[in-house]
């Protein structure tokens, strides 16, 4: 079995070329991928139910403004990975190595959930 051609003619050794098949990953992919939509569908409506949940005009914004950035972030990841768009380096929030954007990430979440245990607090 050979996986590519050896020599500049583009003959091999061998003249009884056998080229592997292609293998499957797509259908345990797809779960993966599913999966990860899912959670961050889940993220989105958690965000927006309390972005809608606010007392006060300034903290709805924030809390969409946030979860937008962070839905549109991991859409514009997940097509590039799929190939859709062309792939200009953004992480996926959450899973992508990289200290930067956990803590970028990790920072929306955070001050959407003081948003929303302080909301009290701020309406007054």
């Given at each position: 079995?050979?996986?590519?051609?050896?020599?500049?003619?583009?003959?091999?050794?061998?003249?009884?070329?056998?080229?592997?098949?292609?293998?499957?990953?797509?259908?345990?992919?797809?779960?993966?991928?599913?999966?990860?939509?899912?959670?961050?569908?889940?993220?989105?409506?958690?965000?927006?139910?309390?972005?809608?949940?606010?007392?006060?005009?300034?903290?709805?914004?924030?809390?969409?403004?946030?979860?937008?950035?962070?839905?549109?972030?991991?859409?514009?990841n997940?097509?590039?990975?799929?190939?859709?768009?062309?792939?200009?380096?953004?992480?996926?929030?959450?899973?992508?190595?990289?200290g930067?954007?956990?803590?970028?990430?990790?920072?929306?979440?955070?001050?959407?959930?003081?948003?929303?245990?302080?909301?009290?607090?701020?309406?007054?």
């Amino acid at each position: 079995m050979e996986i590519g051609n050896h020599y500049y003619q583009g003959l091999s050794l061998n003249k009884n070329i056998q080229i592997l098949p292609p293998t499957n990953t797509y259908a345990k992919n797809i779960y993966w991928v599913v999966g990860i939509l899912i959670i961050y569908f889940v993220i989105l409506y958690r965000c927006i139910y309390l972005a809608i949940k606010m007392q006060d005009t300034f903290s709805r914004l924030i809390t969409a403004a946030l979860a937008f950035t962070l839905f549109s972030s991991s859409v514009v990841n997940i097509a590039m990975v799929s190939g859709l768009l062309p792939v200009v380096g953004a992480p996926l929030p959450f899973i992508s190595y990289g200290g930067t954007s956990m803590v970028v990430s990790l920072g929306m979440i955070g001050i959407i959930m003081s948003l929303n245990s302080n909301k009290s607090l701020i309406a007054n």
